[in-house]
């Protein structure tokens, strides 16, 4: 059995006085695609940019920060502390739930930025090879936009920058993937097309893929795994369709829904209120 690629223990998530996640323990292992689910306000980004690294996570937290985090996260067996910069990001990629262009720059431009890490180093800084160039353009036919390399990408609809972030951070080609809320500006097509490209590349070798979706039924259809929070500090993981359940997610989301069935597919649609 493959080491997790990811582990937390007793990871607790506070705003303020508010706690977001509360001793949350999380295994993550290679070929599993992990979709996280809770209510607005729950705490998904702010755990995404935890398990990247973006945040310190310290047992004794300042009292007064605005954001903490209090626990511990691996990758690789590793504390994220013990990561250099460099080195973590040829591990994990975080794919942002929203980007702002302050100017203008290719498609091209855009998705090199994900090959930073393996950039030469040469006498006047680094600069991207041939092979840095291919992997860009390979990743921007991975997501339908091989004709947009010379795009600005402040020309582009909502969906299509969305489109062209998912392919920077398939061209930085790390084994574990974080990405908040990827498919959100994109339609019913090419949601599929991304889950689809996501749950491949948690299948090839020591991979794994955790996202977060407001989507349930597309959800339970891609992921293998699902991290459900409730909005109050709990949490439930597991298995897909045993964590995004009819019970789980009313409770969690505070409306009832229910599971409905026609042959082997199914659907959580919201119940009617007596």
Same mark, same amino acid.
């Given at each position: 059995?493959?080491? %997790?690629?990811?582990?937390?223990?007793?990871?607790?998530? !506070?705003?303020?006085?508010?706690?977001?996640?509360?001793? +949350?323990?999380?295994?993550?292992?290679?070929?599993?695609?992990?979709?996280?689910?809770? =209510?607005?306000?729950?705490?998904? #980004?702010?755990?995404?940019?935890?398990?990247?690294?973006?945040?310190?996570?310290?047992?004794?937290?300042? !009292?007064?920060?605005?954001?903490?985090?209090?626990?511990?996260?691996?990758?690789?067996?590793?504390?994220?502390?013990?990561?250099? %910069?460099?080195?973590?990001?040829?591990?994990?990629?975080?794919?942002?739930?929203?980007?702002?262009?302050?100017?203008?720059?290719?498609?091209?431009?855009?998705?090199?930025?994900?090959?930073? =890490? &393996? +950039?030469?180093?040469?006498?006047?800084?680094?600069?991207?090879? *041939? *092979?840095?160039? /291919?992997?860009?353009?390979?990743? +921007?036919?991975?997501?339908?936009?091989?004709?947009?390399?010379? !795009?600005?990408?402040?020309?582009?609809?909502?969906?299509?920058?969305?489109?062209?972030?998912?392919?920077?951070?398939?061209?930085?080609?790390?084994?574990?993937?974080?990405?908040?809320?990827?498919?959100?500006?994109?339609?019913?097509?090419?949601?599929?097309?991304?889950?689809?490209?996501?749950?491949?590349? /948690?299948?090839?070798?020591?991979?794994?893929?955790?996202?977060?979706?407001?989507?349930?039924? +597309? @959800?339970?259809?891609?992921?293998?795994?699902?991290?459900?929070?409730?909005?109050?500090?709990?949490?439930?993981?597991? =298995?897909?369709?045993?964590?995004?359940? @009819?019970?789980?997610?009313?409770?969690?989301?505070? &409306?009832?829904?229910?599971?409905?069935?026609?042959?082997? *597919?199914?659907?959580?649609?919201?119940?009617?209120? #007596?």
């Amino acid at each position: 059995m493959s080491a %997790p690629l990811l582990q937390t223990h007793a990871l607790t998530l !506070r705003a303020a006085e508010r706690v977001l996640v509360d001793g +949350l323990d999380l295994v993550v292992a290679p070929g599993e695609c992990w979709c996280l689910a809770g =209510p607005n306000g729950a705490g998904k #980004t702010t755990l995404l940019g935890t398990l990247a690294g973006l945040r310190p996570v310290d047992d004794t937290p300042p !009292r007064h920060a605005p954001l903490t985090a209090s626990g511990r996260v691996t990758i690789g067996g590793k504390a994220l502390a013990q990561w250099r %910069p460099a080195s973590l990001a040829k591990v994990r990629a975080l794919m942002p739930q929203q980007t702002r262009d302050a100017f203008g720059a290719s498609a091209l431009e855009v998705v090199l930025a994900g090959r930073h =890490p &393996y +950039l030469a180093q040469g006498r006047w800084g680094a600069w991207e090879s *041939d *092979d840095d160039v /291919a992997a860009a353009m390979t990743a +921007l036919a991975q997501v339908g936009l091989e004709g947009f390399a010379a !795009r600005d990408v402040t020309t582009l609809s909502g969906g299509e920058r969305q489109r062209v972030s998912l392919a920077a951070v398939l061209a930085q080609a790390t084994p574990l993937l974080l990405l908040d809320e990827p498919v959100s500006h994109l339609d019913l097509h090419h949601q599929i097309d991304a889950l689809e490209r996501l749950g491949r590349h /948690a299948e090839s070798d020591d991979a794994a893929v955790i996202f977060s979706c407001h989507d349930l039924n +597309l @959800a339970r259809r891609f992921a293998t795994h699902a991290l459900l929070l409730d909005g109050r500090g709990g949490w439930r993981a597991g =298995p897909v369709r045993d964590i995004l359940s @009819a019970e789980h997610c009313s409770h969690a989301f505070g &409306y009832p829904l229910r599971l409905i069935r026609d042959g082997d *597919d199914e659907a959580l649609v919201p119940a009617r209120r #007596t």
